[in-house]
T-cell receptor
C-alpha cells in the first residue's frame, strides 16, 4: 500500500529564514506526490505536484519540492519564510484509483 | 468560476442521530470525493463519485453513504452517529481523468455529543 510519512509534527522558523518540511513516501511504483496547505478554518490548497516529469517541482508562493527516488523523499522547501506561511502542510500520495492518502501533517510556525 | 461550496459549515448532533452534508462541485467538474479530517489528523478518504456512481471507497462502514446528482452536486449521509464521527468533512471535486487536480471546499465541521 502506498503511504507517506511526515517526519516532523511541528516546525518553527523565524521570518526570512529557510523552511524545510520533510516527507518520505512508500510506493511500489513511481508515485504521484503532492503538497497541500491548510490555513486555519480553510480548505486545502494545492501547493505543488510531482507526476514523474522533472524531479524539482516549483509550486505557488515560492515553495518547491525535490523528488529523490534513492531516498524515497519529497521534502518541501522555501528560501525565505513569510508570516503568511504559518499553516498546516500535508504531504500526499495518490493511489491507483485516484484516492489521496494524506500524511499526518506538519504545523509550520513563523515568528517575527 | 465558482469553487467548491459546502453546507452547513458547522453543526451539532447527538449520538444515534443522522446527518446530511451537502457539496456543490466546481463548475465543469464531474467527480466528487469526500474526506473526513479528525482533529489533529490528515484527511481520510471516504468515497468518490463519478457521474452519479460510487467508484471508490475507503475504510468506512456502510452507515457512511453518499449520492451524486445529475448536476454533479453531492451529499454525504451518516447514520447512527457516534462520538468518533466528530470531524471536519471535506468535499473535493475535479474534472474526470488521471491528472485532474482536486479542488477542496472549506468543509463542514460536525460535532457529535
Amino acid at each position: 500500500a502506498q503511504s507517506v510519512t511526515q517526519l516532523d509534527s511541528h516546525v518553527s522558523v523565524s521570518e526570512g529564514t529557510p523552511v524545510l518540511l520533510r516527507c518520505n513516501y512508500s510506493s511500489s511504483y513511481s508515485p504521484s506526490l503532492f503538497w497541500y496547505v491548510q490555513h486555519p478554518n480553510k480548505g486545502l490548497q494545492l501547493l505543488l505536484k510531482y507526476t514523474s516529469a522533472a524531479t524539482l517541482v516549483k509550486g505557488i508562493n515560492g515553495f518547491e519540492a525535490e523528488f529523490k527516488k534513492s531516498e524515497t523523499s519529497f521534502h518541501l522547501t522555501k528560501p525565505s519564510a513569510h508570516m503568511s506561511d504559518a499553516a498546516e502542510y500535508f504531504c500526499v500520495v495518490r493511489t491507483g484509483f485516484q484516492k489521496l492518502v494524506f500524511g499526518t501533517g506538519t504545523r509550520l510556525l513563523v515568528s517575527p | 468560476e465558482t469553487g467548491v461550496t459546502q453546507s452547513p459549515t458547522h453543526l451539532i448532533k447527538t449520538r444515534g442521530q443522522q446527518v446530511t452534508l451537502r457539496c456543490s462541485s466546481q463548475s465543469g467538474h464531474n467527480t466528487v470525493s469526500w474526506y473526513q479530517q479528525a482533529l489533529g489528523q490528515g484527511p481520510q478518504f471516504i468515497f468518490q463519485y463519478y457521474r452519479e456512481e460510487e467508484n471508490g471507497r475507503g475504510n468506512f462502514p456502510p452507515r457512511f453513504s453518499g449520492l451524486q446528482f445529475p448536476n454533479y452536486s453531492s451529499e454525504l449521509n451518516v447514520n447512527a452517529l457516534e462520538l468518533d464521527d466528530s470531524a471536519l468533512y471535506l468535499c473535493a471535486s475535479r474534472q474526470g481523468g488521471d491528472t485532474g487536480e482536486l479542488f477542496f471546499g472549506e468543509g463542514s465541521r460536525l460535532t457529535v455529543l
